[in-house]
Structures are given as structure tokens and as C-alpha cells.
């Protein structure tokens, strides 16, 4: 089981940082945004399994030959009121590990979701109060200001947020392809995926890896709203829509047009070879094979 740990530890270093830098940097993910995102998810998922996984089975290592049957017999030692005495200082070392880094994870995740969810409720009640609903879309607010805004509001209860600003500024057909960039954020919870890369980001910043997973998933979910969109809307319009608004929303929102603006727009005016068929299935069986390899050792060592 020793290998097999130091094998999910090389796993989970390789993942968090090389690999993640290589992606985040690959020029194929704007061809297939769905897939990267998919592969961004597999790593971050194959990434925290492996490094705790690592952890884990080599502390359990003196009490069986697999996970679960050291598991186990750890277990009952535990419940009989004994210390095991074949627990060295080494794998003691190695369970305190792999606990105190699951506690950061899970508790990163967890500030960073309370924390996501309360400013969001805020911001939430607060367009409640200042904003008019807007008779044209259904949850759609209107908010009396000249700076021409639109953004969503993820959630149970979600909301798209315009400004009378927006409305005076974007002509009709711009205007839809906004509402069909921001309905494709909500759609697909993309305030979702995006969460668990930012507390990835967060657990350890000094990691350039996980840093720029956060931006390019970031990105990413842009790409694919922006691809949604032009399935309903013309190109010119959804560009002139991105120029037109440009700004940022407020932090508890997904604002639509936050980031790269220009290689956005060049995207959506001249957009990319999309990747064949092939290559396609082979990203999203590189993620489930990616998700399966720690999940398999911590199962069957």
C-alpha cells in the first residue's frame, strides 16, 4: 500500500500544479468549452481525492492490504479502547496530514459558499427593493441607474439584473442576446461550477496551478455562454451587446461581461475550429478516466 500512496501523492502534485498550468495555458479549450470544463472538474475532483487519498493509505498501511480492510481493523482497535501498536510515528504523522488538509479544503469550501450565499442574498434583497420588474422577462429587474448593467443573480431564486442605462443603450436584438447570455449562466449553475475552483484557488494561493484553474474555468463558463447565446442571436449582436455593457457587476453576481473582452469578442466574430468528434470524446474519457484512477486505488489497493 506504500506505492500505492506515493503513487496518488505524485497523482494529486502533478494535478494541482503542472498539469493545471498546462491546461490553464492550452489553446484547445476554446474550441471545446464543455469539455475543459469537464477536464478542469475531473482534476480538481482526481486532484483532493488523490492528495488525500495519498495520506490515507499510507497511514493505513500496517493494518491491511487494502483501504477498506485497514480501515476496518483500525476501526475495531479504535472501538476496543486500544492504541494499535503497529501505528509508527511516521503514519501517525501521515493521518494527522491528511486530516488537518481535509479540514482546510472542506473548511475553505465551506466559508467561501456562506459566504457566496450571504452576499448574494443581500444583493438579492436589496434589487428586490431598488429594482422594477420588467413586464419584457419573466424574474428579469430593472434597476433606475445610467451605467449600462446586466447580470445575473445565481440561486433558488434567481434574478436578471438591467439597468435603465442597458435598456436605453442596446437595441432590441442586443438586448436579447444579453438575456440568452445570462439565461445560459443560470441554466447550467455555472455560479456552481466555478465555486469549488475558487476555494481550490483559496486553500493554497501559493500554488500557481490552482490559481489559474480559478481564471481559466472562470473563462471558460464565458465561452459557453457566449456559445448559447449565438445559438439564438446573431454574432454581431452579441458583440456589440459585450461592447456596449463592458463593465463589471458587483462581486456577489455573475457578471457576463467581466474578463477578456477582446479575446471574447474576437471568439465570437471569428470563432475557432471546433475540435472533431473524436478528439471530443477522448477529453471527456481522459476526465472520467481522471476521476476513476484515485478512485479505484483508494477502493482496490
Not at 506505492?3 to 498550468?21: K, T
Not at 488523490?50 to 472501538?79: E, K, M, R, S, W
Not at 473548511?107 to 429594482?131: K, P
Request: charged share 15%.
Amino acid at each position: 500500500m506504500e506505492l500505492a500512496a506515493l503513487g496518488l501523492l505524485l497523482l494529486g502534485v502533478l494535478l494541482a500544479e503542472p498539469v493545471s498550468r498546462a491546461l490553464a495555458g492550452a489553446r484547445w479549450p476554446v474550441r471545446d468549452p464543455v469539455g475543459a470544463l469537464l477536464l478542469w472538474q475531473a482534476i480538481g475532483l482526481a486532484g483532493g481525492l488523490a492528495l488525500l487519498g495519498a495520506g490515507a493509505v499510507y497511514a493505513l498501511a500496517p493494518f491491511g492490504h487494502t483501504p477498506i480492510a485497514a480501515a476496518a481493523a483500525l476501526g475495531h482497535a479504535v472501538a476496543d479502547g486500544r492504541f494499535p501498536e503497529t501505528l509508527g510515528i511516521t503514519h501517525l504523522v501521515a493521518i494527522i496530514a491528511t486530516l488537518a488538509l481535509a479540514a482546510r479544503l472542506l473548511g475553505v469550501l465551506a466559508v467561501i459558499t456562506v459566504r457566496t450565499l450571504r452576499q448574494r442574498r443581500r444583493h438579492r434583497d436589496l434589487v428586490d427593493v431598488l429594482g422594477t420588474p420588467w413586464p419584457a422577462e419573466h424574474g428579469a429587474l430593472v434597476l433606475d441607474h445610467p451605467a449600462p448593467v446586466a447580470y445575473c443573480l445565481p440561486g433558488l431564486r434567481s434574478r436578471l439584473v438591467l439597468s435603465v442605462g442597458v435598456l436605453d443603450v442596446l437595441a432590441p436584438a442586443e438586448l436579447h442576446a444579453v438575456l440568452a447570455h445570462e439565461r445560459a449562466h443560470l441554466r447550467e449553475r455555472h455560479d456552481l461550477v466555478v465555486l469549488p475552483f475558487v476555494a481550490w484557488g483559496a486553500t493554497a494561493p501559493f500554488v500557481r496551478g490552482m490559481r489559474s484553474a480559478q481564471l481559466a474555468v472562470a473563462a471558460l463558463i464565458e465561452m459557453r455562454a457566449d456559445d448559447v447565446a449565438v445559438g439564438t442571436v446573431r454574432r454581431e449582436e452579441l458583440s456589440g451587446a459585450l461592447r456596449a455593457v463592458g463593465g463589471s457587476a458587483p462581486a456577489a453576481a455573475l457578471s457576463s461581461f467581466t474578463a477578456a473582452m477582446d479575446s471574447r469578442n474576437d471568439r465570437i466574430m471569428a470563432p475557432p475550429l471546433p475540435l472533431s468528434r473524436p478528439v471530443r470524446i477522448l477529453v471527456r474519457v481522459a476526465a472520467l478516466v481522471l476521476v476513476a484512477v484515485p478512485t479505484v486505488a483508494l477502493l482496490a489497493t
